[in-house]
């Protein structure tokens, strides 16, 4: 797994996220939301393995920008009223 936290929360809670890294985590640090930094397990250090966290390396080279906002959301179904169109089709086939 991977998360993402800022500078900010990363300083509050430390201990907490070193402990999650113990577990086998990635972290990626931001800074005003612009990834800084990978926490990874000593284990893993030679590989990174969460596509989020090649993205963030990719970005702080500068080959990508990550997206601002948020990932679109799946849009709701249409529901119609009347008879299946299927319905329809084999009419029309008639």
């Not at 005003?32 to 969460?50: E, F, N, V």
């Not at 702080?60 to 990932?71: D, E, H, N, Q, W």
Request: with cysteine; glycine share 6%; hydrophobic share 35%.
């Amino acid at each position: 797994m991977v998360c993402a936290v800022g500078v900010k929360e990363l300083k509050n809670r430390l201990t907490h996220y070193l402990h999650r890294t113990k577990q086998g985590e990635e972290v990626i640090v931001t800074e005003r939301g612009k990834p800084i930094a990978l926490l990874q397990p000593i284990k893993t250090a030679d590989q990174t393995t969460s596509l989020e966290a090649r993205l963030s390396r990719l970005a702080s080279l500068g080959l990508l920008t990550l997206p601002t906002r948020r990932t679109r959301q799946q849009p709701k179904p249409i529901k119609i009223s009347g008879p299946p169109v299927s319905e329809a089709i084999l009419d029309d086939r008639l």
